[in-house]
């Protein structure tokens, strides 16, 4: 057995401040890194082609920093339980590392290579909450419980020491040229592109993959934007948010970095209101861990409402209405704005996935999951964990203490894109309708006919009504404790 310590990379694809690599680095200096295309994965129904083309572009940045730093990056392209068993067997591997998921799916693979590996005889890292700044098992209520509620966990989260970011400067030794032929003999490929892989993304990447790049956006946002955050992250016509949503999703920058950039932001603060911004967003990473603490501790949101009320809710099937939404054509317009959004760039503004989520549920009365899942398939930031927390607070069927919250699509478009910049962007075709209307959405048929553009499908007030009958319906039938 060499010294050899494979590092498996999966949602950390960076190496600096990699708490799995540098844990690695303590037993070796000859680390190499892999990385496995998971056909479980890739061959799922909610895969986004924008997702996969920014993470091969993360994975070739990954591979050409392993070779800066003297090592290599394999890639396979395999069911990881046998190919990275496989592999560690045929290297003579000392150890297999990586860094733990909160998502079960992930948690039930890992428990199948670890098996794998031991009966090989070879060590693997045990768990290493690389992609959270607190372990889920960290923090508890006083009763011991998992939180459910947002406030009381920031609360408790933001009292805990977080880690610094972990440096990783000096050069590792990779594969002799002899090893080298044993990882190919042994599965590892040449890592394809997106297309290879099936997935066609003709659009351009609105967020550059890698890590270099990743960081650049961070010290950006942290010199301009975050002083002005609180205000301007709900003007989606506004370059207000940080952006770094896909680079958290994939790793590519190291959550104890982005933790760290803001404590020194608080730092060099001179007035109580920017400090207010700094610590407002401080409060949008800790959503991002609480719905991946969420989905640790009750996997079973991944897959229905937390709230019993809304198990069983007599959603409506209405696909006409359905296909409407995903094309931008309810004539609604910050509604179709935001969705012709995420359907040419593969993201959409954090207010307007509120508007949107909250005009499927409670103007169309649709399952969320439908919604949940058609995002999936566009976002270049998808992450099971933040979408499912998403759409189930917008559908008032999570972890929330305010049951039922309806969005009036005219008044979020008149009172955060009130020149209609926005909806002007994304639909063009409303350019020369006035201000007011526009934002109102009180077009009139004749003008709606002569640009092309749809009446509204249903009517905001009347699907309101609607909806709170349905709840108060199943909340008299007694549907559910929570």
């Known amino acids: 057995m060499s010294d050899l310590i494979l590092f498996w990379h999966r949602r950390d694809l960076r190496i600096s401040d990699n708490t799995g690599i540098a844990a690695a680095l303590e037993k070796s200096r000859k680390v190499v890194g892999v990385f496995c295309l998971d056909p479980n994965i890739l061959k799922g129904d909610d895969v986004a082609a924008v997702r996969v083309t920014y993470m091969i572009g993360c994975l070739q940045k990954l591979q050409e920093k392993y070779t800066q730093m003297g090592s290599q990056l394999l890639i396979l392209q395999d069911n990881p339980v046998k190919a990275i068993p496989k592999l560690a067997k045929a290297l003579q591997v000392k150890a297999v590392f990586w860094n733990w998921d909160v998502e079960s799916y992930s948690q039930e693979r890992d428990i199948n290579v670890i098996n794998a ?13 690389d992609q959270l700044l607190n ?16 406030t009381p966990f920031w609360k408790n989260w933001s009292s805990k020491p977080k880690d610094c970011p972990v440096e990783i400067v000096d050069k590792f030794e990779g594969l002799t040229i002899e090893e080298q032929e044993i990882a190919t003999q042994t599965g590892v490929v040449e890592l394809p592109t997106a297309k290879d892989l099936g997935f066609n993304w003709d659009g351009e990447l609105i967020i550059e993959p890698g890590e270099k790049a990743a960081q650049e956006r961070l010290e950006e946002f942290c010199f301009t934007n975050i002083n002005e955050y609180q205000e301007q992250r709900n003007f989606p016509a506004i370059d207000g948010t940080s952006r770094l949503s896909a680079a958290l999703k994939f790793g590519v920058i190291g959550i104890r970095t982005v933790w760290k950039a803001t404590e020194d932001a608080l730092e060099n603060s001179r007035s109580d209101e920017l400090a207010n911004n700094i610590r407002t967003w401080q409060k949008e990473i800790a959503w991002r861990e609480f719905y991946q603490h969420a989905m640790y501790h009750f996997p079973e949101l991944a897959s229905g409402a ?147 553009y749809p009446e509204p499908i249903v009517e905001h007030k009347q699907q309101q009504k609607t909806f709170k009958e349905m709840y108060k319906n199943q909340k008299e039938q007694g549907v559910g404790n929570r």
């Open 135 to 150: 372990s889920p098992d960290l923090i508890r209520t006083g009763s011991n419980n998992p939180y459910t509620v947002y």
């Open 117 to 129: 590996l031991q009966e090989q005889g070879i060590e693997y890292l045990e768990k290493n909450w």
């Open 306 to 452: 937390y709230r019993d009320t809304f198990k069983n809710f007599p959603w409506e099937t209405n696909e006409v209405h359905f296909q409407a939404w995903c094309e931008g054509k309810t004539g609604y317009p910050i509604v179709d704005a935001a969705m012709r959004q995420l359907n040419q760039i593969g993201w959409m503004h954090n207010r307007c996935r509120m508007i949107v989520a909250s005009f499927l549920t409670k103007d169309l009365l649709i399952n969320p999951q439908l919604g949940e899942k058609y995002f999936m398939q566009r976002l270049i930031d998808g992450d099971l964990s933040a979408n499912n927390g998403g759409w189930q607070w917008s559908a008032s069927s999570g972890m929330d203490p305010k049951p039922v919250r309806i969005f009036n699509p005219a008044s979020q478009a008149q009172k955060f894109d009130p020149e209609g910049e926005y909806i002007r962007q994304w639909l063009p075709e409303l350019r020369s309708i006035d201000t007011e209307y526009l934002v109102t959405g009180k077009i009139t048929p004749l003008e709606r006919q002569a640009v092309g």
